[in-house]
């Protein structure tokens, strides 16, 4: 799909996303499927706003140690950026990038670990990464919905609506809202 036919989705208010109009409860642990509908149906109905606070996050982490924020990111973005490099020049790698693509990827994590934790970096870069992802996933499973948020939903379960950037990255890894626990 290209990128001029993915659409950014609406900020939705302060007051929507974290104040008085939230309404916040501990899931039904019992009942895995609705507590994975009604996360992905957060995540597809506050993505702008997680993305910026994930920013936000990332970026406050990152100025009270930039130093060793920027050696993480460094350090990874050389080992991945290696990685992609080799798939596209040695046909050995691109062979075993394709077969065995789990793999592939935590060889490089654990080598990109390997030279945070040899310059002392890991905790503030795993907690630059991890601390983002960690509140878009507990927000986005206590957040109750809202009317606008299961109309959306059925908006998107029924092809309605626009293609998001989480919408695809969604879609990449085969998750889909469900209709049946809409209300």
Known sequence: MAM?????????????????QSRFQVPDFNNSDKLFNRLVSNLLYY???????????????????????????????IIFGLLYYL????DQVKTMKKEHPTLVMMAAFCVGYFFIHQSGCVLVFLMGV???????????????????????????????A???????ILDEWGIEPDLKYIS
Do not use: C, W
């Open 130 to 160: 991890m601390l983002p992802i960690v509140f878009v996933i507990v927000h986005a499973s206590l957040r109750l919905r809202n009317l606008k948020n299961k109309i959306a939903s059925v908006a998107g379960v029924a092809g309605v």
């Open 4 to 20: 001029s036919a993915v659409d950014i989705a609406p900020l939705r208010s302060l007051d929507e996303f974290l104040l008085s």
């Open 47 to 77: 993505q702008t706003n997680y993305f910026i606070s994930y920013l936000v996050i990332f970026f406050i982490i990152g100025f009270l140690n930039p130093g060793k924020m920027i050696v993480g990111i460094l350090s990874m973005a």
């Open 162 to 168: 626009k293609k998001t950037p989480m919408a695809l």
């Open 87 to 90: 798939s596209n020049k040695q």
